[in-house]
């Protein structure tokens, strides 16, 4: 039975199209994933929960300075842009969305089953050591920690895929060697 690491991104995802609202037009093989065993970082545990409380707040519309550099002089450009916002999710919503994630974490949920994996002290050196690829490619440190918890719970004869959409932590990976997936594509390596 394969392996699959959800990044943040690709968790969201996957809860969207097993709600019925799809968010990618080139959307995983869910279905394929969903057959094998499926497993986020515990930074993606916390990090959804955010993602969560962001849709559900919303965002107001309001007026905005651009406030761009225009010129090699720094002269920063003072034009004004409106940002129509975004609609809060209802209340409803997001509660369930969090029970879902509970029942799926603790293994009461119908739909599927999520393993969290702690992020220990091996994960948090080699993702230090992973961060060597920043340099060239641009990615943050919670992507960091999601690689590297597939580094390390990852064998040659058992490979943990990485599921993500990322391009810049997907070339890192690439860069190391690893096994992932992208969105209307098997597995690249």
């Known amino acids: 039975?394969?392996?699959?690491?959800?990044?943040?991104?690709?968790?969201?995802?996957?809860?969207?199209?097993?709600?019925?609202?799809?968010?990618?037009?080139?959307?995983?093989?869910?279905?394929?994933?969903r057959q094998g065993e499926c497993y986020i970082s515990k930074i993606t545990e916390l990090e959804i929960l955010s993602v969560i409380g962001k849709y559900g707040r919303g965002i107001p519309s309001q007026w905005q300075t651009c406030n761009r550099q225009t010129s090699e002089e720094g002269t920063k450009c003072n034009n004004r842009y409106f940002f129509e916002g975004v609609t809060p999710w209802n209340k409803k919503l997001c509660i369930a969305m969090r029970k879902l994630i509970k029942e799926m974490i603790e293994g009461r949920s119908s739909i599927l089953r999520i393993n969290v994996l702690?992020?220990?002290?091996?994960?948090?050196?080699?993702?230090?050591?992973?961060?060597?690829?920043?340099?060239?490619?641009?990615?943050?440190?919670?992507?960091?920690?999601?690689?590297?918890?597939?580094?390390?719970?990852?064998?040659?004869?058992?490979?943990?895929?990485?599921?993500?959409?990322?391009?810049?932590?997907?070339?890192?990976?690439?860069?190391e060697g690893m096994k992932f997936i992208v969105p209307g594509k098997s597995i690249c390596t």
């Not at 959800?6 to 709600?19: G, I, K």
């Open 1 to 33: 039975m394969k392996k699959y690491l959800l990044d943040t991104n690709a968790f969201f995802e996957l809860l969207s199209y097993l709600s019925g609202r799809a968010v990618r037009r080139d959307n995983y093989d869910f279905a394929d994933i």
């Open 118 to 175: 702690e992020i220990n002290e091996s994960i948090i050196n080699r993702a230090e050591g992973f961060m060597m690829h920043a340099v060239r490619y641009k990615f943050g440190s919670q992507d960091a920690l999601i690689a590297s918890t597939a580094i390390i719970y990852s064998t040659e004869e058992d490979p943990m895929y990485v599921v993500t959409s990322d391009k810049a932590l997907r070339a890192a990976m690439e860069a």
